[in-house]
């Protein structure tokens, strides 16, 4: 006996197979609920009847079993914090660049206040859902996360980010979970005229403009774009093989507009004629095309004056009744401003007048259109990774920089705005917008978030020494780096501060009052952990405030203190011990709008009084807090 007619011993598994039977007669009743895969019996019930069947209300929305549960986890405040790494980063103080690892979800909530209504443009790469993806789990028991908080960070991260397979039961539901909230949090970040894009495939397009639709309005939707990956997936087997991924696009507002594309030396191609006011074509005066004929516009049917003086009218070759693009009023303008052209053209043996309407190069504008096919495909863009890299591939399916440039250059990006990118990988969108400044000198800054996701303990990636994607995502952007400086020696701010998602900085008590007895405060008499530093307060301190956490931060030494002055005299923060009357009038001096002092930083009570007196009386518009 071979062993496949062995034969099975357990028991067949009717549940399923009646299951399977259900589906195959009617796929439309198929749903997922959340315990899984299942059946909906209203609907079936109605399959099954000639009469309308009473069940719950219709509406025309998506809706999957989670989704009010991500809409609660969107509002739900975070208690986390984010600590600066100065060691990782380049040129801290200076650059305005930010690198947040972290989980987004926790990252869009810590920037809420600072970056509110402050990005223009957001390009997400999230994970596609293709059977095989990882989807991070947000909606984690109470137990479960106390749990991992005792088995720390790194376990956290990689026990949340979990396999969705098709066979899942809630493939759709967990990844439009995950997917909800984040861009609603994205959303508040937008300008008013910002802009978002998000790569998608097959897999989930109509399920992501369902939410998109519903999260940014279906006004706002500004168009998908067909990117040609230069790759044939799913190769080996019959079905129509997949070249392409998606780009939708909303924005906050109508008034987002896109820029129009420089034209190639190809496009110009078309304007092969020139006089002293430069390059120009020729379009025929007579509307071709659809809607031509007299009656579609009776008005721009006239006589025009050839130079010898005959009458022409707008005829079709065939000789029936056309009409001009134009009303007889815009003719006599154009005419006047010589934009009208007269040429002679053989027709049946004979010349005869034809008239044309000039376009100069001046006015030539070209928008992007939703085919993008002739750029570099994901191949090239692993390459160019790799060669950053010393030809060792650490990171599967990063987008190409091309492709993220010309992203860039449709969306209007003015001087020192903020491109965002929380999914952001291997740090492609980085590495465009540093390209793109190194061009225009714009100073566009960027702001990168990533899932310190480990690299498997059999990649090359771990083998040399890349433990998570962030350490490949900020060596990449290193790398990149130094390269467009070496290559066109652009002054321009190629730093990146690097922040790390971790819980409060504060001890237990100063969220939990109450869980202590007023004796047992003593304890607690400096409230912040005993591992953060002056920097990590600061950092919270400036996300308390609302400040963007890519100001500018000096340090200096004030009367023996350590003392922060972040954008000029934006916000001053000490966190030293010993805070009294004499530093607070040399501070006084300096007239700082925000000021921040450890609650436990002062001499004594008396000294605190008196610092806030000081301060009211010598600086009155500084406005100071205690943490
Ligand atoms: C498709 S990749 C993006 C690739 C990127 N566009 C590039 O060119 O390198 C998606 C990334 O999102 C990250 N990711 C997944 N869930 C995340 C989460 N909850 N927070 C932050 N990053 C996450 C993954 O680690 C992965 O690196």
Redesign the pocket.
């Known amino acids: 006996m071979s062993s496949n007619e062995k034969l099975d011993l357990a028991s067949p598994n009717f549940v399923n197979e009646n299951f399977e039977k259900l589906a195959s007669l009617f796929p439309n009743c198929v749903t997922e609920s959340a315990d899984g895969k299942a059946i909906d019996f209203d609907l079936l019930k109605q399959e099954l009847s000639h009469e309308v069947v009473e069940g719950n209300k219709e509406r025309y929305r998506l809706e999957w079993p989670g989704k009010r549960e991500a809409i609660v986890t969107a509002n739900l405040p975070t208690t986390k914090t984010l600590r600066p790494v100065r060691e990782d980063s380049v040129d801290f103080d200076n650059t305005e660049n930010l690198y947040i690892e972290?989980?987004?979800?926790e990252?869009l909530k810590l920037l809420q206040e600072s970056y509110l209504g402050k990005v223009k443009m957001i390009?997400?790469?999230?994970?596609?859902n293709t059977g095989g993806d990882?989807?991070?789990k947000?909606n984690f028991t109470k137990d479960t996360q106390e749990e991992l908080l005792d088995s720390g960070q790194k376990d956290e991260y990689s026990q949340?980010?979990v396999v969705n397979p098709e066979t899942g039961g809630r493939f759709h539901s967990d990844w439009l979970s995950?997917m909800y909230p984040?861009l609603k949090l994205a959303r508040n970040l937008l300008a008013s005229d910002g802009v978002v894009y998000i790569?998608i495939d097959d897999n989930e397009i109509h399920n992501l403009r369902k939410i998109c639709d519903e999260i940014f309005g279906i006004d706002n939707s500004r168009g998908t774009i067909i990117r040609s990956t230069g790759t044939r997936m799913g190769s080996g087997n019959k079905d129509i093989s997949s070249e392409v991924d998606y780009v939708l696009i909303y924005s906050k507002s109508s008034e987002f507009e896109f820029s129009p594309l420089s034209m190639s030396e190809d496009d110009l191609k078309i304007y092969d004629q020139h006089d002293e006011k430069g390059r120009y074509l020729t379009r025929s005066l007579r509307r071709t095309g659809g809607e031509n004929r007299r009656e579609d516009r009776p008005s721009m049917f006239y006589p025009v004056f050839s130079p010898d003086g005959t009458e022409v009218y707008p005829l079709a070759p065939e000789g029936w009744e056309s009409r001009w693009v134009c009303g007889k009023e815009t003719y006599e303008r154009l005419l006047s401003e010589g934009m009208i052209e007269w040429k002679r053209v053989p027709k049946d043996g004979k010349d005869e007048w034809k008239i044309y309407q000039k376009h100069y190069i001046g006015e030539a504008v070209k928008y992007a259109s939703n085919s993008w096919d002739n750029i570099e495909g994901n191949k090239k863009?692993t390459r160019e990774?790799n060669k950053l890299f010393d030809g060792m591939k650490y990171?599967n399916?990063?987008?190409?920089v091309d492709f993220?440039s010309r992203i860039l250059a449709i969306s209007n990006l003015e001087k020192n705005e903020i491109v965002l990118?929380?999914?952001?990988?291997?740090?492609?969108?980085a590495h465009a917008v540093i390209n793109s400044n190194a061009k225009d000198l714009q100073n566009i800054r960027f702001i990168q978030?990533?899932?310190p996701?480990p690299t498997s303990e059999k990649s090359e990636a771990f083998k040399a020494g890349y433990k998570n994607?962030c350490e490949i995502?900020k060596e990449?952007i290193r790398r990149a780096s130094k390269k467009i400086k070496e290559e066109t020696k652009a002054d321009i701010d190629y730093g990146f501060r690097v922040y790390r998602l971790d819980d409060s900085n504060m001890q237990d008590v100063y969220y939990k009052p109450q869980e202590y007895a007023q004796d047992s405060l003593e304890l607690f008499s400096d409230n912040v952990k005993p591992d953060r530093t002056a920097d990590d307060l600061l950092a919270q301190v400036m996300l308390d405030w609302g400040l963007p956490l890519s100001l500018k931060i000096e340090q200096k030494t004030i009367e023996g203190k350590h003392v922060f002055k972040v954008s000029e005299n934006s916000l001053y923060a000490c966190f030293d011990d010993g805070i009294d009357e004499v530093f607070a009038k040399t501070i006084a001096k300096d007239q700082p709008l925000r000021i921040v002092f450890k609650d436990s930083g002062f001499k004594d009570d008396t000294a605190k009084t008196n610092v806030k007196q000081l301060l009211k009386q010598l600086s009155p518009e500084t406005e100071m807090k205690v943490i």
Do not use: C
Not at 397 to 400: E, Q, S, T
């Open positions: 972290g989980d987004n979800l990252v390009y997400i790469d999230p994970p596609y990882f989807v991070y947000d949340r980010l995950m984040r790569s863009a990774v990171f399916h990063p987008k190409p993220l990118d929380f999914f952001s990988g291997s740090g492609s969108t978030v990533q899932l996701e994607i995502g990449r």
